[in-house]
């Protein structure tokens, strides 16, 4: 078994930083990108953060020069700096690992966390 645990959610004013935590457990033999993914109330999912696993990034236009994702590979462990949020950064954030768990296995498989809320006031 695999499993995502996230932290460092909450309540914040707008201006704010906050910073979220996602760390793998479990059975793991390697760890491709990892990413975050809000989905605000009534919405989809969708991407605003990626690192590979070489440490290139990749960022959603509305939070670059705002959001810093990053990663400690000895620890399983994606993270995403949020700075300067805004009411429209509230959502409940989820954190995506694309890993193998076995050295046998041919392809990664996508896991999620259980999601953290981050709510931005104004």
């Known amino acids: 078994q695999v499993q995502l645990v996230e932290s460092g959610g909450g309540l914040v004013q707008a201006g704010g930083s906050l910073r979220l935590s996602c760390a793998a457990s479990?059975?793991?033999?390697?760890?491709?990108?990892m990413s975050w993914y809000p989905q605000a109330p009534g919405k989809q999912r969708e991407l605003v953060a990626a690192i590979t696993s070489g440490g290139s990034t990749n960022y959603e236009d509305s939070v670059k020069d705002r959001f810093t994702i990053s990663r400690d590979n000895a620890k399983n462990t994606v993270y995403l700096q949020m700075n300067s949020l805004k009411p429209e950064d509230t959502a409940v954030y989820y954190c995506?690992?694309?890993?193998?768990?076995?050295?046998?296995?041919?392809?990664?498989?996508?896991?999620w966390g259980q999601g953290t809320q981050v709510t931005v006031s104004s």
């Open positions: 995506n690992q694309n890993l193998r768990r076995f050295a046998y296995e041919y392809t990664n498989r996508d896991y």
């Open positions: 479990g059975s793991i033999f390697s760890i491709n990108a």
